[in-house]
T-cell receptor, first 109, second 117 residues
């Protein structure tokens, strides 16, 4: 069965620090990877997608993909209290995405 | 990004009644939509894949007779919770993927919070 694993956290970082969120996946054939942010009581919001090995940067967010290690990460630079949320890693499992259980990030001011 | 809407955003009903939730893709056509359920402080759980013009595909453990899915057009899928009970109280979220995207990115609706009394 295809699986996506994340540390549930909570991950606590001070404001201005770098938050590092990690994800591993079981299906070596996966080609598409996504990070979603979910605020409490709200639905998930797509923040990053990555398809090739290496880094992809978008503002304060950097997604990193290592297909050989089956590992995806999300770095958030200059973390802000508004970044406090649950971050879901998702992997394309065919028609549907396979989601991890999410990592809760708490940024303290 | 693509826009997916849901209606209603919140519903409270009595035990034994049925509730219909609508999911619409506003600026694209979606042959496939997905329905998720999320209990408080729990992870997102895929319930079923809604296919336009054909039967939905349900995940293991999801009762197809209780959660009726209809995908009658390329922009609308509905989920009907039949004979709802308090244990069905949850956050129901749909998603869809616009055609032509590289990696099958999914965009979520805002969700429907169901409370069954």
């Amino acid at each position: 069965q295809k699986e996506v694993e994340q540390n549930s956290g909570p991950l606590s970082v001070p404001e201005g620090a770098i938050a590092s969120l990690n994800c591993t996946y079981s299906d070596r054939g996966s080609q598409s990877f996504f990070w979603y942010r979910q605020y409490s009581g709200k639905s998930p919001e797509l923040i990053m997608s990555i398809y090739s090995n290496g880094d992809k940067e978008d503002g304060r967010f950097t997604a990193q993909l290592n297909k050989a290690s089956q590992y995806v990460s999300l770095l958030i630079r200059d973390s802000q209290p508004s970044d406090s949320a649950t971050y879901l890693c998702a992997v394309n499992g065919g028609t549907a995405l396979i989601f991890g259980k999410g990592t809760t990030l708490s940024v303290s001011s | 990004g693509a826009v997916v809407s849901q209606h209603p955003s919140r519903v409270i009903c009595k035990s034994g009644t049925s509730v219909k939730i609508e999911c619409r893709s506003l600026d694209f056509q979606a042959t496939t939509m997905f329905w998720y359920r999320q209990f408080p402080k729990k992870s997102l759980m895929l319930m079923a894949t809604s296919n336009e013009g054909s039967k939905a595909t349900y995940e293991q453990g999801v009762e197809k007779d209780k959660f009726l899915i209809n995908h009658a057009s390329l922009t609308l899928s509905t989920l009907t919770v039949t004979s709802a009970h308090p244990e069905d109280s949850s956050f129901y979220i749909c998603s869809a993927s616009p055609p032509g995207l590289e990696g099958n990115e999914q965009f979520f609706g805002p969700g429907t919070r169901l409370t069954v009394l």
